[in-house]
């Protein structure tokens, strides 16, 4: 489900990201302890993820360690991430590097696990221009 989730924000491909979460999930999503979006259900979720990925021509999600616990139909997580985001600026590239720590429940519905709720927290990040190969 996160490595799904994190391929699809790296294809750009939102409308396939949404079925991933139950119909009235939430995400709260700060940067530090700012929070720039406090989202509800598909449709919204769905839009702020659009206009937020729509400033990067490339994402690149690379998931680390993560601990769940599963209770029956229901599961939480921690995971960490490197979230790279490579935007174009005033003619040059730049690659913004973020520390990123989700915390996740779960519920299994139709024996399909779906995200019910999401906080996260981009913890840091590194902005330096991006050198072309």
Excluded at 115 to 133: G, N
Aim: proline letters at 2%; one cysteine or more; a negative charge.
């Amino acid at each position: 489900l996160i490595d799904t989730f994190s391929n699809l924000a790296d294809d750009k491909n939102v409308a396939s990201q949404m079925p991933l979460f139950t119909e009235d999930a939430t995400v709260d999503t700060y940067f530090g302890d700012t929070l720039f979006a406090s989202m509800r259900g598909r449709e919204q979720i769905g839009q702020v993820f659009s206009d937020f990925i729509a400033n990067f021509p490339a994402l690149y999600h690379i998931n680390g360690q993560m601990t769940l616990d599963i209770d029956g139909d229901r599961a939480s997580s921690t995971h960490y991430c490197l979230v790279v985001l490579v935007s174009d600026e005033q003619g040059k590239k730049f690659k913004n590097f973020n520390g990123v720590i989700y915390k996740d429940e779960y519920v299994r519905h139709d024996g399909q696990w779906l995200i019910a709720s999401r906080v996260a927290r981009f913890t840091w990040r590194d902005v330096s221009e991006l050198v072309a190969p």
